[in-house]
């Protein structure tokens, strides 16, 4: 009787115990993956800047249905697709840092890279949590769409291909929507902090003074 009394007490903590290291191992794992591919595009200290110019920005999401016609193109023009088709991913990765700096951020791009940076950097400065949930689905939306992209693609099923790209910039708009929001918290958090950090040094100076 006592050894059921105790696997009804340890089963359900073991259970928790579990689902809490899947959560840390897939967050890891999840961050890792977003460290390598802002590596690979070179997006690191001021480089997230420029990629924050809105010629960044939006030459880059132009270049999607150019890459999947490229691709498909291997139906006219056979092997010869590999020229388009690497272009088009040097383009892709050479893109973030090729533009300036931009004089204005005030934009809803602009503001959708620098959040992209905030939940990259969210380990070190932590965003809002009720972002977490969303953006995880959103990140599996993504990924669902790629693949559906490249089946598309690979089967040369032209609606595939064309619901794959759709579903792509719909999901990726949605995601970047909400980087935007993630930008506009943790900005006017900032912001918040520097008017109380600058209220107390203006206090403690007064008090100084007394």
Same mark, same amino acid.
């Given at each position: 009787? %006592?050894?059921?009394?105790?696997? +009804?007490?340890?089963?359900?903590?073991?259970?928790?115990?579990?689902?809490?290291?899947?959560?840390?191992?897939?967050?890891?794992?999840?961050?890792?993956? +977003?460290?390598?591919?802002?590596?690979?595009?070179?997006?690191?200290?001021?480089?997230?800047?420029?990629?924050?110019?809105?010629?960044?920005?939006?030459?880059?999401?132009?270049?999607?249905?150019?890459? $999947?016609?490229?691709?498909? !193109?291997?139906?006219?023009?056979?092997?010869?697709?590999?020229?388009?088709?690497?272009?088009?991913?040097?383009?892709?990765? =050479?893109?973030?840092?090729?533009?300036? %700096?931009?004089?204005? =951020?005030?934009?809803?791009?602009?503001? !959708? $890279?620098?959040?992209? %940076?905030?939940?990259?950097?969210?380990?070190?400065?932590?965003?809002?949590?009720?972002?977490?949930?969303?953006?995880?689905?959103?990140?599996?939306?993504?990924?669902?769409?790629?693949?559906?992209?490249?089946?598309?693609?690979?089967?040369?099923?032209?609606?595939?291909?064309?619901?794959?790209?759709?579903?792509?910039?719909?999901?990726?708009?949605?995601?970047?929507?909400?980087?935007?929001?993630?930008?506009? +918290?943790?900005?006017?958090?900032?912001?918040? %902090?520097?008017?109380?950090?600058?209220?107390?040094?203006?206090?403690? +100076?007064?008090? !100084?003074?007394?």
């Amino acid at each position: 009787m %006592k050894y059921y009394e105790f696997l +009804e007490k340890e089963i359900p903590l073991l259970k928790i115990k579990w689902e809490q290291e899947i959560r840390k191992k897939h967050k890891y794992i999840i961050m890792t993956l +977003e460290k390598q591919i802002a590596k690979a595009f070179n997006l690191h200290g001021d480089n997230w800047m420029k990629h924050a110019n809105p010629w960044s920005i939006w030459s880059r999401f132009a270049t999607v249905p150019f890459l $999947v016609l490229a691709i498909w !193109s291997r139906v006219w023009i056979g092997w010869y697709s590999l020229i388009p088709i690497s272009i088009l991913i040097i383009w892709l990765f =050479i893109n973030p840092t090729l533009f300036k %700096k931009p004089k204005n =951020i005030e934009n809803w791009g602009s503001k !959708s $890279v620098l959040g992209e %940076k905030y939940w990259s950097n969210r380990k070190k400065s932590p965003v809002p949590k009720h972002h977490n949930t969303p953006i995880l689905i959103l990140t599996i939306l993504q990924s669902i769409s790629g693949i559906m992209l490249m089946i598309g693609l690979w089967k040369l099923e032209i609606n595939l291909t064309i619901l794959g790209t759709i579903t792509v910039y719909l999901t990726k708009m949605w995601f970047l929507d909400r980087m935007v929001w993630i930008y506009e +918290e943790m900005n006017n958090e900032q912001t918040t %902090k520097n008017i109380v950090h600058l209220a107390d040094s203006a206090k403690n +100076e007064g008090d !100084s003074n007394k």
